[in-house]
């Protein structure tokens, strides 16, 4: 199985709403990332995890919380965001410890439309 | 951070031709990877290339690696109109434990 999957694909959310996104891969990958990305942009990390805890966060404002549950899952929690946060969020894992070295697989997004 | 900057930023080409595009770094990398994403959808990894090599091919693709310029192209021979997507360069600058993408090039192959 070589695929990361996320849920939801779509989700549209208040600005007092709490939300969750969800990651799961099943490639015995311990690194696992998260990136932001607005139209015709690239993506933009925001954390990484590396056996399966916080090894980089790229200054995002608190109002992103991620978690690392276990080895296969990675979850961003979503709270009182702003309308400039609508994006599409991915997910992507990578062998060894995270980084540049190894090639990064992606999850197709979740496409996020704060109100 | 910006690390890759890429050229051109959309290029039209008929299908059958090749596509050639271009990728600028600033900093010393170990490895610089090229991906692809379709409108909208989750990016594809087509090629690592390792700081040590110039040159790697992959199908229809090719991609080369001049450290002392700090650049790499990637060419996709014989297009498609399956190829129309967005081409991302990505590289880990100073060997930090994170990938910068470039700018990227969206690519339109007509048929």
């Known amino acids: 199985d070589t695929e990361v999957t996320q849920t939801p694909k779509h989700l549209v959310m208040g600005m007092t709403n709490k939300k969750s996104l969800k990651c799961e891969q099943h490639?015995?990958?311990?690194?696992m990332y998260w990136y932001k990305q607005k139209a015709k942009k690239p993506p933009e990390l925001m954390f990484v995890y590396s056996y399966e805890k916080l090894s980089i966060n790229e200054s995002v404002p608190s109002r992103f919380s991620p978690e690392c549950p276990n080895s296969s899952l990675l979850n961003l929690h979503l709270h009182a965001l702003q309308p400039e946060d609508s994006a599409l969020y991915l997910c992507a894992s990578s062998q060894g410890a995270g980084g540049g070295y190894n090639e990064q697989f992606f999850g197709p997004g979740t496409r996020l439309t704060v109100l | 951070s910006q690390q890759g900057e890429e050229d051109p930023q959309a290029l039209s080409i008929q299908e059958g031709e090749n596509a050639t595009m271009n990728c600028s770094y600033k900093?010393?990398?170990?490895?610089l990877q090229w991906y692809r994403q379709n409108s909208g959808r989750g990016l594809v990894h087509l090629i690592l290339i390792r700081s040590n090599e110039r040159e790697k091919h992959s199908g229809r693709l090719r991609v080369t690696l001049d450290t002392s310029k700090k650049s790499s192209s990637l060419l996709i021979t014989a297009s498609r109109a399956a190829d129309t997507a967005s081409y991302f360069c990505?590289?880990?600058?100073?060997?930090?434990?994170?990938?910068?993408f470039g700018q990227g090039t969206r690519l339109t192959i007509n048929p």
């Open positions: 490639m015995g990958h311990r690194a």
């Open positions: 900093t010393s990398i170990n490895n």
């Open positions: 990505a590289t880990d600058e100073n060997g930090a434990q994170k990938l910068v």
